[in-house]
């Protein structure tokens, strides 16, 4: 990719920000791969789990397709509108048409394809640029196998001279994200290349109490991991089946809300269906964005000595 194309992948947020930054957040929540804790907790997402490996899928998994839904949408919509005024509107004027209009209405054109261009190469990015990115967490040989954030390529690094860390996501009004980040640094101490793993936490509010919550969740995921590398402990029985590529709509809108189930109670009950009426279409197109993703998104290929290490079985395929 040129630099104008990441620039534009960055403006969207395809391409993260923050691939390439230790910020003071992280560097004050590096965790200590030799040190255990007594708090542990089932990862939100696991992909494939086996005796040896362990698969994880990068923070935002569930909601990829977010660029290819509403960037196509949105990309197609800003294109036929300016489209209509180049082409369409000069037949419908009742008058005769001046030098002017001549510059105006191709223009209009130019716009078109100026403004909308950003959300499809967005579309385009998050398909076939990004791709579907993961983490394969090797026990026995202390291998991870993980699919950079910053060029998409698939890479290897040993588990001891990975630096892992809680790492700011994402924010705004409504709340901020946070999720389970690998550093590799550089003699300088300067980030070289990054991944995440796990599904993101959000945090609804910036209290002490929400704050300390996020930590202590992303914590205990990350000790399920720790654990799985530094003792195995937690890899002794399977896990069956493996990340589904081909997924239903049903599968897909779960992936993106796993906790859209309504209470038992009536007052809760008609205020989710209620919510649920209102967010229908920008939920469903979501969900139909994740559905094409998992179908037609680039998979990481890997090189043949990772695959022998690892058993062809444990990487996510259609």
Known sequence: MTNIQKKILEAVGVLSRNRLRL?????????????????IKVPSFICTRDKECLVLAESWFRERGLYLSWGTIGGTFILGFFLYIALVLPW???????????LIFPLM???????????????????????????????????????????????TCRWDECTFCLAYSAGGI?????????????????????????DYYYMPSNSATSRQAMIDDLTARFEY?????????????????????TPTLSEAAHRFQPRSTPSDGKVAHVIYSLVRVVFLVPFSVQVVGHYFFCRYCRLPTWPQSVIDECGEDIFPKR
């Open 23 to 39: 910020s003071t957040f992280s560097q004050n929540h590096i965790f200590d791969v030799t040190e255990g804790l007594d708090i």
């Open 92 to 102: 419908t004027v009742e008058r005769d048409l001046g030098i002017m209009d001549a």
């Open 109 to 155: 054109g130019c716009l078109g394809f100026l403004f909308s261009f950003p959300l499809v190469f967005a579309a385009k990015g998050e398909l076939k640029n990004q791709g579907l990115q993961y983490a394969v967490f090797n026990q026995r040989t202390k291998n991870i196998h993980y699919v950079s954030d910053v060029d998409f390529n698939t890479r």
């Open 174 to 198: 409504e709340g901020n994200y946070y999720e389970l980040k690998g550093y590799l640094l550089d003699q300088e101490g300067s980030v070289r290349d990054s991944f995440s793993f796990d």
């Open 225 to 245: 991991v720790r654990r799985f590398m530094e003792e195995g402990a937690e890899a002794k029985e399977p896990v069956r089946g493996g990340l589904d590529l």
